[in-house]
């Protein structure tokens, strides 16, 4: 509205038991401390970009350890295990692959 926020209407909307909620942007989202609290957002560190959060697994499975919430891996960090321990290629063949800029 032009005149009042959106937690304003969202009070007043709860006081008098109007169902909706405040669209928020990525960042208020991200910052919530009630999606920290209940486990669906974390703070990690990035060894490339400092500390971030990111989303954990809704999953909650009984009896089971939490999944470790860690970074994205690095672009290319995997290629050696998958061109030469998956697809078989040889070390040479690999570095092949990348002094040509093709991996």
């Known amino acids: ?7 304003e209407v ?6 008098r038991r109007i169902p909706l909620a405040p669209v928020r942007d990525v ?10 609290e ?3 957002l974390e703070w990690i560190e990035h060894d490339e970009i ?10 909650r499975i009984h009896g089971a350890d939490p999944v470790d919430t860690v970074p994205s891996p690095k672009l290319g ?4 295990e998958i061109y030469g321990d998956w697809l078989g290629l040889s070390a040479a063949e690999i570095a092949a692959l990348e002094q ?4």
């Open 1 to 7: 509205t032009r005149t009042l926020g959106k937690m």
């Open 10 to 15: 969202f009070a007043i909307a709860k006081r």
């Open 27 to 36: 960042d208020e989202v991200m910052r919530d401390r009630h999606m920290h």
């Open 38 to 40: 209940r486990g669906m």
């Open 50 to 59: 400092g500390r971030i959060v990111v989303p954990t697994t809704p999953l």
């Open 77 to 80: 960090q995997h290629n050696r």
């Open 100 to 103: 040509n800029s093709v991996i």
